[in-house]
């Protein structure tokens, strides 16, 4: 997959990653940039093409959809966090998680399976979380939502192979965005994750380990369940 001369859409492109990458994309030669958010008039950027766009409203994404059909990247950043534990947490934020993190990439994903096949294959990144693979007290609503993006991205992985369209799912811990603020935890440079997860796709990286975390996380994977999660002990 190469880049320069790419034709890309970033969800979420108003603040965070999403302004990261539309950036980064451009100063990597892509050809267009459509950068959207719920909020379009929250775009800045010079040089990108803007499209309103809620990731949760089907109309919002069709129209996405029939307004970009150049498109051979699809970045599928948009998402949102409310720290909710499943057994206390509030039913509706779960459900809003579930409904932007799953059912918003899987309705992004299924409106433009068909414009990526029909420009040759192109590639789709979705950006997950280490909390797809590994869960922490407090954030069960986010990290259920994330796992089940996980396995989405492993099912479109298989499903759209047959017309050449790479899908990317890159995972990646604590970053220093707007999302983030409230945490005082180490944080990624946001930058330098654009710029990994960039240099994988166009390696055609099917599983892009944006940082330490999402390695670490990784390597715990197969072994006790209680080593992975010291809280059980």
Known sequence: ?????????????????GRHFATALLERGAKKVYATARRPEQVDLPGVEVLPLDITDPDAVAAAARAAGDVD???NNAGITTPQPLMTGDLGEIRRELDTHFFGTLSMIRAFAPVLGGNGGGAIVNLLSVLSWRTFPGSGGYAAAKAAQWSLTESARLELAGQGTLVAGVILGATDTDMMAGWDVPKNDPAEVVRTVLD???????EILADDAAVATKAGLPGDVRARYPELS
């Open 1 to 17: 997959m190469k880049l320069s001369g790419s034709t890309a859409l970033v969800t979420g492109a108003n603040r965070g990653l």
């Open 200 to 206: 994988g796709v166009e390696q055609d990286l099917l």
């Open 73 to 75: 990247v699809l970045i």
